[in-house]
């Protein structure tokens, strides 16, 4: 099974700049399409990035698009998403997802991780 680890949440001020990590375990990690999720205190969790498997092909949420870049390091076994010009509604816990694809839909990964806290301070 995969294990997957985030690191990299934080405190940042509004217009900040923030790198999340996701270090997975196993030597199966180029297998698997990796996606960022985040869930807000009282709302449903939403889907923000996607990558697929050699990192040729990317997705993100509409609000991200510009800001938020998502990119992989297979052979470090790592996910990441640089956070540019950060807003306060993007504060929420951050989860990568590890899965056959790449989709937009949580049902889709397989595999989560405990989740990073991101709070962005106006």
């Known amino acids: 099974q995969v294990q997957l680890v985030e690191s990299g949440g934080g405190l940042v001020q509004v217009g900040g700049s923030l790198r999340l990590s996701c270090a997975a375990s196993?030597?199966?990690?180029?297998?698997?399409?990796m996606g960022w999720f985040r869930q807000a205190p009282g709302k449903e969790r939403e889907f923000v990035a996607a990558i697929s498997r050699r990192g040729g092909n990317t997705v993100y949420k509409d609000s991200v698009k510009g800001r938020f870049t998502i990119s992989r390091d297979n052979a470090k076994n790592a996910v990441y998403l640089q956070m540019n010009s950060l807003k306060p509604e993007d504060t929420a816990v951050y989860y990568c997802?590890?899965?056959?694809?790449?989709?937009?839909?949580?049902?889709?990964?397989?595999?989560w991780g405990q989740g990073t806290q991101v709070t962005v301070s106006s």
């Open positions: 196993g030597r199966t990690f180029s297998s698997y399409g």
């Open positions: 997802a590890a899965g056959r694809t790449y989709n937009s839909a949580s049902w889709e990964y397989d595999y």
